[in-house]
């Protein structure tokens, strides 16, 4: 009588398992297809559950302990190591999160936004270290598709890809502002060097040559700021934070002196700068009112919680 073999069999996705009693490698497939509610017809391979090992010959299966474990794959389908993501960013300690493979379904998991979700889903100030192809994956992404995946209701979802949107709009504003400015130095540089007598080549050795981080003594103004905001259209899009700050604080009346306009031109150059400066700490405050709202599950077992204390606590992200 051929020797009984102890062994368990399970589907690419782990998430149907059974205990299996056979002799041989046919019997296993045979007996494996009909406890998974394969098709009797359908064509299997078998491989090693841990490591996706392929099965093929009797001799090997026949030597492998008792309670191997096996997944039975059908056509098209694969076999893929447990999923590990370290809860957002390589640069943050934390403790990597395991996904429940009896719950998730490969099919899902497998997909790079569901794995940019879970990270979005553990720290919102994830967002900083996303690529652009990666954020415009999740603007894509249907509103109740990933409000599922991230647990949050749909109105909050739709504020989290508005907010997406407006870096993605922020960091090609920024891209298009940095060309432009090149090419504008690019031009200056030119002309200026046109325009300087070969006598005067001599002089102008010792003289400082200015960059757009110099600033000016006269307006206290770096010389970018002052070239972006007499050169540009719609200049409060094209500077800093900081740099708007500076236009507002110092008031129509001081950036008329300082530009030489009309005073209405300043004006609305000046409000133009305070709308665009609220709009950003509005953003920011968008940002951290999602992130107030992404705490642990009041539901969760106190021992987790417990466990969770006692681990290191993760590095603050910093924007």
Known sequence: MTEQKLCK?????RQTSHGLVVPSLAQLKIKGCEFLSFSPDAPVSVVLEDDGTIVEDEAYFLCLPSNTKFMLLQEKETWSPTRRIDGGTAWMTRESMLLDTDAVDCSIGTEPWWILAQQLKQDLASIILMSEADLQTLVDIPC???AAALDFEEKKVEDLQKTLQSVLDRREEERQ???LLQLYLKAVEREQSQEVEPSQEGA????????????????GFMTRTLMVLKGKTSPETRLSTEELQMVVTRGAAAMEQVLGWDGERTLG?????????TRR??????????S????????????????????????????
Do not use: I
Request: hydrophobic share 30%; net charge negative; glycine share 6%.
């Open 292 to 319: 107030s709202h992404t705490q642990p599950d009041a539901d969760q077992p106190a021992n987790e919680r417990s466990a969770g204390d006692g681990q290191d606590t993760p590095a603050q992200s910093s924007k």
């Open 177 to 179: 502002s940095k060309e």
């Open 9 to 13: 069999v399970c589907n690419f996705t």
């Open 144 to 146: 109740p598709k990933l």
């Open 269 to 277: 150059l000046t409000q133009a700068c305070e709308a665009e400066l």
């Open 204 to 219: 102008a050795g010792d003289m400082d040559v200015l960059d757009g981080t110099e600033v000016d003594s006269a307006s």
């Open 281 to 290: 700490v509005q953003q920011v405050q968008a940002v951290h009112s999602l």
